[in-house]
């Protein structure tokens, strides 16, 4: 078992947990759209249903499948206290700012509908910091 140097405080884990649950949405909202059938679509309200029609490219779905998985794998890199955190939410950050700048780009979006991908954008950065901060700190290793 490795003895850490520094013992993390305890908005360490806080941090972490809800990280986690953030990422956490996240994959369940990707694998929400992957598996969403026919029925289920026509079940949804009208304006939902068009959202749901919408044919991505094969590299936003990448993009965004790698910004979900890679963020939730590095909250559970820090949860157990790795510093491979810091690559994988910097590979996250890469997946979610190319998913939404092709969303910037072609979707119409009213300024309510701009607030969760800049969200999403702002936590993936903090993650970053967050990660890289905890490095320094010997939270992780």
Not at 34 to 52: G, H, K, N, R, S
Not at 76 to 83: D, Q
Request: glycine share 4%; proline share 4%; hydrophobic share 60%.
């Amino acid at each position: 078992m490795t003895n850490f140097s520094n013992k993390p405080p305890i908005t360490f884990w806080v941090i972490s947990v809800l990280a986690l649950l953030w990422n956490g949405a996240g994959v369940l909202a990707y694998i929400g759209r992957a598996f969403m059938t026919d029925e289920i679509i026509a079940q949804l309200p009208t304006e939902q249903q068009a959202e749901f029609l919408v044919e991505y490219p094969a590299w936003y779905t990448a993009a965004f499948a790698l910004a979900v998985f890679c963020g939730a794998l590095g909250c559970i890199a820090l949860l157990i206290r790795k510093k491979w955190a810091y690559t994988l939410f910097i590979i996250s950050a890469l997946g979610a700012i190319v998913q939404h700048i092709y969303l910037f780009m072609n979707v119409e979006m009213n300024t309510a509908a701009l607030v969760m991908p800049i969200l999403v954008i702002v936590v993936c950065i903090f993650l970053i910091w967050y990660a890289k901060n905890s490095i320094s700190k010997g939270w992780i290793n």
